[in-house]
């Protein structure tokens, strides 16, 4: 997310300043994590963390600005589409730990990361889906409740 100040006072853009540097070292740190996470899965591809309601929080290089957008709502609609499922036919609480989307060319794995954040990992087809859910799980407890994404208000 970029920052448009305009023409603003002084104050004003002293306070956006800390905001936009804690957002690019949280981006930082996010996106070395997920670097590892490529690097150690066998035909992994694509990686993104972002916010329950599809916003990209970081993603891997290799995604163009729009493939990451992209993707990040796509993951979004399966995790929100697992959620009715959760609701209807699980337990009644809506949690939903895990959805895995097999099409053509790859497949689409999405976890929980926190609270409201969600890590989405495109594969080939031939990954083996028990390494991959290990790996992820290991990320996800690398950032050991440290990621939330709170609702963004309108």
């Known amino acids: 997310m970029t ?18 540097s804690t ?28 916010s329950r309601d599809g916003l990209k929080l970081c993603s891997s290089p290799e995604l163009s600005v729009d493939q990451a957008d992209h993707l990040a709502a796509i993951a979004a609609g399966i995790q929100a589409l697992s959620h009715g499922a959760s ?11 895990s959805a895995m989307t097999e099409f053509y060319g790859g497949i689409l794995f999405i976890v929980e990361a926190g609270e409201g954040a969600h890590l989405a990992l495109v594969t080939a087809e031939e990954a083996d889906a028990g390494l991959v859910g290990h790996n992820m799980g290991q990320l996800v407890e690398q950032l050991d409740g440290h990621l939330s994404a709170p609702p963004r208000l309108p």
């Open 87 to 97: 609701l209807q036919f699980g337990d009644g609480t809506g949690d939903v730990r």
């Open 23 to 50: 957002r690019s070292t949280t981006e930082e740190k996010l996106g070395w994590l997920v670097q590892g996470l490529l690097a150690r899965t066998p035909g992994a591809r694509h990686a993104l963390v972002l």
């Open 3 to 20: 920052v448009h100040t305009g023409t603003t006072s002084a104050t004003n853009t002293t306070s956006a300043a800390p905001a936009a």
